[in-house]
């Protein structure tokens, strides 16, 4: 389960039906990052909600690039907070090895949260989730580090509606799916 959790994407996939998974193939495009490449610049402007299909992204404040706040992994979103509040991301993002993603465009996927309500209704709750999930995991390593004992952090992240478990096994076959039929 604790691999399952922190694929973000999931969270997505898990609450969109297929037409929404078709729009997405149709509408994204796949990218392709060099290791060492910048994916997303601190303080710019972000034009895409990004998928990582494979390979792994550093999360670095740009006055301290030695520290790495996070790692992202295949089947993570990146972007997403970036997208739901409109401003400039609050961090680096840099590819650690060659990274395959997949480019949702902002404005595409603007206009169709606008016009499919339907859709809508399903990303931002994914949105939601994922969002969810990240606080749970912050709240987890802040307790991590004041000797919380592992047990009951163990016991916290089965915390999650079995519902929600279940359509991320789900969301698994539809990311792999996704992954097969994004287009160049």
């Not at 990146?78 to 090895?97: C, H, N, Q, Y």
């Not at 952090?153 to 097969?180: G, H, S, T, Y």
Request: net charge negative.
């Amino acid at each position: 389960m604790a691999e399952t959790s922190r694929k973000k994407a999931l969270f997505i996939l898990s609450q969109l039906n297929n037409d929404d998974i078709d729009w997405i193939v149709q509408k994204g495009k796949k990218e392709v990052l060099d290791a060492g490449a910048i994916l997303i610049h601190e303080g710019r402007q972000i034009d895409a909600l990004y998928i990582v299909l494979k390979g792994s992204l550093s999360v670095l404040i740009e006055a301290d690039q030695t520290k790495e706040l996070a790692k992202i992994a295949s089947g993570e979103l990146v972007g997403e907070v970036s997208f739901i509040d409109t401003r400039p991301p609050l961090a680096t993002v840099k590819a650690m090895e060659e990274t395959h993603l997949l480019a949702i465009p902002r404005r595409q996927l603007v206009i169709k949260l606008q016009h499919d309500m339907g859709f809508a209704s399903r990303f931002y709750y994914g949105i939601s989730l994922c969002l969810a999930d990240r606080m749970r995991g912050t709240i987890r390593h802040i307790e991590y580090g004041r000797n919380i004992e592992l047990e009951q952090r163990e016991l916290d992240r089965e915390d999650i509606n079995p519902n929600v478990i279940e359509n991320l096994a789900l969301a698994q076959a539809k990311f792999n799916w996704l992954m097969e039929n994004i287009r160049a």
